[in-house]
């Protein structure tokens, strides 16, 4: 049974960091290529980051060029994103995805000063 798992949100002033994980299980993730996506409250789903299932390429949405890493490590079924620069307008619920839809519960990003 694919599961997908996300940690490592937070609450961090603007300007700060976070890392996300994702961890995978159930299913043969070095197959996959995975995305991060993004919802914040009251809008619709964004798609925030992708990595190709063996680590390249990826690509990410525009507002997060430069700021964000995406990586992954297939021999530990592990997905991170490494958010640096974090605005407010990054706040949201971030899950990890596989391209046909199936997605993890989140984890919490709110930047505030």
């Known amino acids: 049974q694919l599961r997908l798992v996300e940690s490592g949100g937070g609450m961090v002033q603007p300007g700060g960091s976070l890392t996300l994980s994702c961890a995978a299980s159930?299913?043969?993730?070095?197959?996959?290529?995975m995305n991060w996506v993004r919802q914040a409250p009251g809008k619709a789903p964004e798609w925030v980051s992708i990595?190709?299932?063996?680590?390249?390429?990826?690509y990410y949405v525009d507002s997060v060029k430069g700021r964000f890493t995406i990586s992954r490590d297939n021999s530990k079924n592990m997905m991170y994103l490494q958010m640096n620069n974090l605005k407010p307008e990054d706040t949201a619920l971030y899950y990890c995805?596989?391209?046909?839809?199936?997605r993890g519960q989140g984890t919490q990003v709110t930047v505030s000063s």
């Open positions: 990595i190709k299932r063996d680590g390249t390429p990826s």
């Open positions: 159930g299913f043969t993730f070095s197959n996959y290529d």
């Open positions: 995805a596989t391209l046909d839809g199936s």
